[in-house]
T-cell receptor, first 113, second 113 residues
């Protein structure tokens, strides 16, 4: 069966450290993958998009990698701040499946001062 | 910075009633989507819309659901006869092209009693 798995356990991290989140998928062939931030009761906020032919993307303190062999994307927040505390969602867009996003369950990040 | 807006922020309705959720996508975007998120669960795709037609819909999007772009700026989701299980956050999203990032609105919390 098809699965998108994100670590359901919260990630507690000290301010200033790097948070690394994983998104693993099985039985999918994604054309690209997007990462979103979601705060409680709010809509997902777009962060980064990475395509299947790209290995790495960066935006300010954020970095995402995409390994289609391992079927995994890693999302890094460097020099983390308490304001980075939120749930982070990965979402896949499959080849030949329109533009719909298929979401993982998200990983909650808590950055402690 | 342009944003997707949604109204109302919270809608309470009785089972069997019709509701219309409204969205104003980002002005130069051409692709529109509805997603929903039941409390504590993943964000789920409902429907995508382009050029005044439904491009794709999920199994959730049955005959009780419909979408419309009544004018050049609004995009609506109608649920004809609400059920208790329709209670969720409903998110509208838009993108400028089919393989570009999707921007989400703040959501409408629908409570069916």
């Amino acid at each position: 069966s098809q699965k998108i798995e994100q670590n359901s356990e919260a990630l507690n991290i000290q301010e200033g450290k790097t948070a690394t989140l994983t998104c693993n998928y099985t039985n999918y062939s994604p054309a690209y993958l997007q990462w979103y931030r979601q705060d409680p009761g709010r809509g997902p906020v777009f962060l980064l998009l990475i395509r299947e032919n790209e290995k790495e993307k960066r935006k300010e303190r954020l970095k995402v990698t995409f390994d289609t062999t391992l079927k995994q994307s890693l999302f890094h927040i460097t020099a983390s701040q308490p304001a980075d505390s939120a749930t982070y969602l990965c979402a896949l867009v499959l080849k030949a499946a329109g533009n719909k996003l298929t979401f993982g369950g998200g990983t909650r990040v808590l950055v402690k001062p | 910075e342009p944003e997707v807006t949604q109204t109302p922020s919270h809608q309470v309705t009785q089972m069997g009633q019709e509701v219309i959720l409204r969205c104003v996508p980002i002005s130069n975007h051409l692709y529109f989507y509805w997603y929903r998120q039941i409390l504590g669960q993943k964000v789920e795709f409902l429907v995508s819309f382009y050029n005044n037609e439904i491009s794709e819909k999920s199994e959730i999007f049955d005959d009780q659901f419909s979408v419309e772009r009544p004018d050049g700026s609004n995009f609506t989701l109608k649920i004809r006869s609400t059920k208790l299980e329709d209670s969720a956050m409903y998110f509208c999203a838009s993108s400028r092209a089919p393989d570009y990032e999707q921007y989400f609105g703040p959501g409408t919390r629908l409570t069916v009693t």
